[in-house]
């Protein structure tokens, strides 16, 4: 019934489930209220209501397991590499045992010259978990690259639901009502930040814009 589920989440991001990602499911879902936040700093909040809100962090420096798609949909490119990272967390590495899963994975995507829509490739990274972080499993999948990713100062606000190109871009469209004119983030590459698997329907997601240096 679980994989049956997540086949029928797959089918709306229109990506096919293999058959060998039922072991990756369930020792997700056993595993599922064990989950290693990413550490970082508040530096401050902003706004008094929901809709208005967001806040400023700081992330140091850590290791990630990075992978790269380029499908033709945005969902479809996160799909396939929240796969790969599953069994990779799951099984797929140099110690042959489950990981931990940490929170958020994170999504890097950039906006075509224009600003209107997505470009296809997106890097999607998954924090390794403290007791992993100063010796990084090697993972099985030449596809999967663990990297040293730098500190990163960020202006984050929450919204829930479905991540497709169309959401995002609205997301982007109002933070920046919201912020006003400035030059202190950058634009053009932003962070999808996801905090539930694809299966939950209103998952808890942030849009982070990056600060600059």
Request: proline share 8%; net charge negative; hydrophobic share 35%.
């Given at each position: ?60 420096a850590g290791k990630w397991a990075c ?147």
């Amino acid at each position: 019934r679980l994989f049956a589920h997540w086949e029928a989440v797959a089918s709306t991001h229109r990506v096919n489930l293999p058959r060998d990602m039922a072991g990756p499911i369930a020792q997700m879902a056993r595993h599922r209220h064990a989950r290693e936040p990413v550490p970082y700093v508040s530096l401050s909040q902003h706004g008094k209501c929901e809709a208005a809100a967001f806040e400023e962090r700081q992330y140091p420096a850590g290791k990630w397991a990075c992978v790269t798609m380029g499908e033709p949909m945005y969902e479809q490119s996160i799909s396939m590499s929240f796969m790969k990272l599953m069994r990779y967390i799951c099984k797929e590495n140099s110690v042959g045992c489950h990981l931990g899963m940490t929170v958020p994975v994170l999504n890097e995507i950039r906006l075509t010259e224009e600003g209107t829509e997505l470009e296809r490739e997106v890097l999607t990274a998954y924090y390794l978990p403290g007791e992993f972080q100063q010796n990084p499993p090697a993972p099985m999948d030449p596809e999967i690259h663990v990297t040293e990713r730098a500190p990163l100062r960020v202006l984050t606000r929450v919204f829930y639901g479905m991540t497709t190109e169309e959401t995002i871009l609205r997301e982007i469209s109002l933070f920046w009502e919201l912020l006003g004119p400035t030059d202190t983030v950058l634009r053009g590459t932003y962070i999808v930040a996801s905090y539930e698997n694809p299966s939950v329907p209103q998952r808890r997601n942030e849009i982070w814009f990056i600060c600059r240096p």
